[in-house]
């Protein structure tokens, strides 16, 4: 750790202390709600009336509905509160006294994930289409340390991570939208996976699927050793925009299962094993009652709040955090670097402060 420490700029004495975690993950699901995370399905929207379900009501409540909201939130998330609630912590319950919520204003996509990754907002990314970013991203400084530098990766269902991370300024390397993800020399189940891109008909044009992110995101974990990985989910946002609720519960517990995925797979591997510190939370919220669910933005009151769980070796376990000091998007990016023993308001001193509470 002191090598670590020293090959880069440092935290504070009184902050960086004697970490464990080798391996940060963030990983976000696109427009979750914050209140789908802590009280599971909304009873308002379990009909077709307000929540467009095809499936039938009764089939939809066996499956996710329970009379005790701890008990709904469960069936929904299973990973996150049987095993980050209980060994991390997990913030944004607004019920409760825990805020989180964005700080740049719009509470859309590009603007939440450009506050995520460089730490502060910025008022010029007013659009999801704004191009590449010109502002620097803790996964491109973190990469351009000498001891992390080709241990950095990007995994995203969608296409725009390309300019979000800057990749022509960046060099990372980024699997994002319906770019077929293997290349070169392929085996006959990689060529599958690469038709299977090539020939799906999309629901949006630059979002894969999350289950086909999943396969090459969980087939590089061995070789790639990655240090810092980014990890995009957004279906949950696609199935909310198209106004079907039945869908957007099924994506939400999926996501919560590909979660559990990635984390059995790292653990499971040595280099990873009791090392790796996830971070998971959503780049907006939406809005709500029976017609706003579908939206999020400056029109949609509630848009901004959000949701940030923290599971790690150095993150103290204090479960669903209540009235506690409220946190924003742009402490993420610093608390990605400060869990690797790195200070990234040295090279950014407009980013926000990490989240101490999640560091020992």
């Known amino acids: 750790m002191l090598a670590l420490i020293a090959s880069g700029p440092a935290l504070p004495a009184e902050m960086s202390g004697v970490l464990k975690t080798r391996t940060v993950v963030l990983i976000v699901s696109d427009g979750l709600r914050w209140q789908e995370i802590f009280t599971g399905a909304d009873p308002e929207l379990l009909n077709e009336k307000n929540g467009g379900i095809w499936e039938t009501e009764r089939e939809l409540r066996r499956e996710f509905w329970r009379t005790d909201p701890a008990e709904r939130r469960q069936a929904l998330f299973p990973f996150l509160w049987g095993t980050v609630a209980a060994r991390g912590q997990i913030f944004g319950n607004q019920t409760q006294g825990s805020i989180a919520r ?21 008022a010029r990314i007013n659009s999801n289409e704004f191009g590449p970013n010109p502002n620097l991203t803790v996964f491109e400084w973190l990469n351009g340390l000498p001891e992390l530098h080709g241990h950095v990766a990007v ?3 969608w296409g725009a991570f390309k300019d979000i991370f800057n990749v022509g300024r960046s060099h990372l390397p980024v699997q994002a939208g319906w770019d077929p993800p293997y290349r070169g020399t392929t085996s006959a189940r990689e060529e599958l996976l690469n038709r299977l891109y090539q020939s ?5 044009d630059g979002d894969v699927y999350n289950a086909f992110l999943q396969v090459p995101l969980l087939d590089s974990l061995p070789a790639q050793q990655a240090r810092v990985l980014f990890v995009g989910y957004g279906e949950t946002d696609l199935w909310g925009h198209v106004g079907r609720y039945d869908q957007l519960l099924h994506s939400a517990h999926l996501f919560d299962h590909f979660v559990a995925e990635l984390w059995n797979a790292m653990q499971a591997l040595p280099a990873y094993r009791d090392r790796t510190t996830f971070i998971i939370t959503a780049d907006h919220g939406r809005g709500s009652g029976p017609v706003e669910w579908k939206e999020h933005g400056v029109k949609q009151k509630g848009s901004e709040n959000i ?24 402490q993420i990016a610093a608390t990605v670097a400060a869990l690797l023993g790195k200070d990234y308001r040295q090279a950014v001193p407009e980013a926000a402060a990490p989240i101490a509470d999640v560091l020992r």
């Not at 204003?105 to 603007?111: E, H």
């Not at 799906?200 to 949006?204: C, F, Y």
């Not at 949701?307 to 742009?330: C, F, K, N, S, Y």
């Open 155 to 157: 995994y995203a269902t």
């Open 200 to 204: 799906t008909t999309p629901l949006e």
């Open 307 to 330: 949701w940030i769980a923290v599971l790690g070796p150095d993150t103290p376990p204090l479960g669903e955090r209540m009235h506690t000091a409220p946190v924003t998007q742009a």
């Open 102 to 122: 964005v700080t740049n204003g719009l509470a859309f996509s590009y603007p939440g994930y450009n506050e995520m990754l460089t730490g502060h907002p910025d």
